[in-house]
């Protein structure tokens, strides 16, 4: 069986074409074919609390041409996924309306508690394979930071039950609320604090992340950088080991590319919040206490075929 799984984010359009094998005690997840492109969902929503016509526009292209790349049919099962950025807009159910008249496409949107569950499906089974070649990882407990553009989940994932939590702070959210990196830094205690709250809490409850992993385009992006790929290539950055200085490093050079070479390096939607990406990412590595991360590319589009596949969405 074949299962395509869609995450339409508040920065990110993300497809991928999955196959399911085996049984439920053995069932594996076979990557076939993927999808990757900037919409920006969520551009001039902080301001205007509507998903914008650009916006709109930019979502139904993405997903006519994630159609052609990924060969859906009437008859595949498509799973497809939408968050914050819809959460949040007052024009959501005109906006859906459209994406469905213009490509056939339904999306449910999910809860942030549910997009936290949902995202760590993938990355949990991620972590089972790297924990084969590299004992570090051989550990019951870490935690999962998944940035978006509108939001980022904080889940942390072993024992009994995962505790999780979405917060509305992104890399298009923070460039929209702060409009520099400056600033961002001068009021990081702002989003800062009810996630180190949340962290707190979850220690009280006997949760200790003994490392930390992230998934979201960001920190794989940054991954892309540090290996000098001429094009991003997900199977490359599995397993990958970021630190702080990592992400400072690859920022000074982001900065020091001319504004040609930038939109050359990551596209025109991702140049001018790339930056946010990756100052607001370290600060939430500085606010947890952690000075590397593991990195893996499997996110909420992979979850959503699990999902399907477990009997996880209504």
Known sequence: MEVIGIDLGSNSLRGVRMQIKGAESQREFVFLEEYDTTVRTAEGLEKSGEICKEAKERIIQGLLALKSA????????????????????????????????????????????????????????????????????????????DMGGASSEFIFC???????????????????????????????????????????????????????????GTPTMVCAFKLGLQSYNARAIFGTELTREDFAVELEKFFRLSRESQIGLVGMYKADVVPFGIALFTCFMEALGFQECLVVDEGLREGAVIAHTLGLLE
Request: glycine content about 4%.
């Open 70 to 145: 990924l060969r859906i049919t009437p008859q595949d099962k498509v799973v497809a996924l939408t968050t914050q950025a819809m959460r949040k807009a007052r024009n959501r159910e005109e906006i859906l309306q459209s994406i469905w008249d213009s490509t056939q496409i339904r999306f449910q949107v999910i809860s942030g508690e549910q997009e936290a569950q949902i995202t760590a499906l993938a990355p949990k089974i991620a972590v089972r394979k790297i924990a084969k070649t590299n004992p570090k990882y051989q550990q019951d407990s870490f935690l999962l930071v």
């Open 158 to 216: 072993g024992g009994d039950r995962d505790l999780a939590r979405s917060f509305e702070i992104g890399i298009v959210s923070a460039k929209d609320r702060y409009q520099t990196i400056e600033n961002l830094l001068k009021h990081k205690e702002e989003f800062l604090n009810p996630i180190t709250a949340f962290v707190q809490e979850c220690k009280k409850k006997g949760k200790k992340a003994h490392f930390m992993m992230a998934n979201s």
